[in-house]
């Protein structure tokens, strides 16, 4: 079975560019999400789709970015305008959603994508 | 979502057992204990999930003790490719957001 996909694995853009960042899921995993680490600091959750619907987009940091997941399938994140402090690894991954009760599901990261805006 | 505190980082020897324990002392009712594995340039990779007592894998074991306030993953006979940073988690939902800590880097010497 296919991992998690990220392309590209590495950008290097100019601040004022956009870039465009894409996911692939798992097969059959309604859940994806979308994490990024800045320089520095610990991961951090962006947002969380369920199918092609925004489930939670609370760490979503501005309005330069948007995600979207057309279809239910692949997911795309593109910031516009870059800006220096977006630099850093962006991570997408996904689940199925654990059968029954609470139990916390797991999720299965892809190997991310490294984004320098000079 | 309840906070983890886990050691910055810890050294052992190929061979030995090691052991990382996390704190979470305000962990919910419903919230499971999970752990991730990162290696350099790649993503967050799942260990083991536990809620209580004691849990154990191909890879790991996950003890966790009867108030829940912290748990311990266990690593047995390490190797050198065990290096790697460790992440502890707690979560109380069925799908939603992680929330990673700083985690644990663990360096495995020979």
């Known amino acids: 079975e296919a991992g998690v996909t990220q392309f590209p694995s590495h950008s290097v853009i100019e601040k004022g560019q956009t870039v465009t960042l894409r996911c692939d899921p798992i097969s059959g995993h309604d859940n994806l999400y979308w994490y990024r680490r800045v320089m520095g600091k610990e991961i951090k959750f962006l947002l969380h789709f369920v199918k092609e619907s925004k489930q939670d987009e609370s760490g979503m940091p501005n309005n330069r970015f948007l995600a979207e997941r057309t279809g239910g399938t692949y997911s795309t994140l593109k910031v516009q305008p870059a800006e220096l402090e977006d630099s850093g690894v962006y991570f997408c991954?996904?689940?199925?959603?654990?059968?029954?009760?609470?139990?916390?599901?797991?999720?299965?990261f892809g190997p991310g994508t490294r984004l320098l805006v000079l | 979502l309840a906070k983890t505190t886990q050691p910055i980082s810890m050294d052992s020897y190929e061979g030995q057992e090691v052991n990382i324990t996390c704190s979470h002392n305000n962990i919910a009712t419903n919230d499971y204990i999970t752990w991730y594995q990162q290696f350099p340039s790649q993503g967050p990779r799942f260990i083991i999930q536990g809620y209580k007592t004691k849990v154990t894998n191909e890879v790991a074991s996950l003890f966790i003790p009867a108030d829940r306030k912290s748990s311990t993953l266990s690593l047995p006979r390490v190797s050198l490719s065990d290096t790697a940073v460790y992440y502890c988690?707690?979560?109380?939902?069925?799908?939603?957001?992680?929330?990673f800590g700083d985690g644990t880097t663990l360096t495995v010497k020979p």
């Open positions: 988690l707690v979560g109380n939902t069925n799908a939603g957001k992680s929330t």
């Open positions: 991954a996904s689940s199925q959603t654990a059968a029954g009760g609470l139990r916390k599901e797991t999720q299965y």
